[in-house]
């Protein structure tokens, strides 16, 4: 296990961690973590969530022989998505709860993928066990915001081969809102739109920016339905439903704040220089 230094990713760790293993109670086997992404009024919500990974492998254009970093990779599902659509040569995940790396591990052993896909345990800012420029995909599947984004952009640059790139799918605020980045040291990771392309640019190229607020907002607006219902009727422990009503209460004022235009939610693709 790799330590974690900053005491609010530790923070984060835990609540994932909490998060994990009511999941697990719960008996959710092919859970997506991130909003969705929808494309048709007939799509579940599974395919939504789905989606928004496709729209991400889309992005990437991965090549057979890619070495792949994924960080931020929840339960590993968007992982076994992806050996189910691509070919790649190397796949290793990052994730800073140790009970999300130990339940994706399991998962891609049920499924005969362990020489396939890796998952550690460590931060996207330090990326352990990672050679500078030995990587030539990474993605970042809305998780970005829990990062410190200086040090992350600095790594991604320090780990991506020549021509590399970097494929985010991240939630900022507003710039009009930047008066809130200085309030917490978390709202300074949200970051608004403008402030963190400052920091990635000192480091990558930016090739593309994509707006996708009008594919996002539906899946965001149905996931705190989601997350209430389970949290509502699951047996699990007080603590547990806790985490899961403030991750119901935070959805809540996402799709607020994607309505009134106060929430940005990009794809973002980075090049190294």
């Not at 998505?81 to 691509?86: E, R």
């Not at 005969?112 to 500078?132: D, I, M, Q, T």
């Not at 509502?232 to 403030?246: D, L, N, P, S, V």
Request: with cysteine; aromatic share 10%; charged share 25%.
């Amino acid at each position: 296990m790799t330590s974690i230094g900053s005491e609010l990713t530790r923070g984060v760790a835990a609540q994932y961690d909490e998060f994990q293993t009511s999941l697990e109670k719960v008996g959710m086997k092919t859970e997506f973590l991130n909003y969705g992404f929808r494309t048709s009024s007939e799509q579940s919500y599974v395919e939504m969530q789905q989606q928004l990974c496709l729209e991400v492998f889309r992005a990437a254009e991965f090549l057979p022989d890619d070495n792949i970093v994924d960080v931020g990779f929840g339960t590993g599902a968007q992982a076994l998505l992806l050996s189910g659509t691509h070919q790649f040569a190397h796949y290793t995940g990052y994730n800073i709860a140790q009970k999300q790396v130990e339940y994706a591990t399991r998962r891609a052993a049920d499924c005969g993928l362990s020489a396939r896909l890796k998952f550690r345990h460590g931060e996207a800012e330090s990326l352990p066990g990672v050679a500078s420029g030995s990587v030539d995909k990474l993605m970042a599947i809305e998780c970005a915001f829990y990062f410190d984004r200086p040090r992350f952009y600095r790594r991604v640059a320090e780990v991506l081969k020549p021509g590399g790139r970097a494929i985010i799918a991240d939630i900022a605020m507003s710039d009009g809102m930047s008066f809130l980045t200085r309030w917490r040291e978390d709202m300074k990771r949200l970051g608004t739109a403008t402030a963190n392309r400052a920091e990635w640019e000192k480091h990558l190229a930016t090739a593309s920016v994509r707006d996708i607020n009008p594919w996002t907002r539906p899946g965001v607006q149905r996931s705190v339905f989601e997350i209430l219902k389970i949290s509502g009727f699951a047996k699990i422990t007080a603590a547990q439903r806790i985490e899961w009503f403030k991750m119901a209460f935070y959805t809540q004022i996402v799709v607020i704040g994607q309505l009134l235009g106060l929430v940005r939610y990009e794809m973002i693709v980075l090049e190294r220089k």
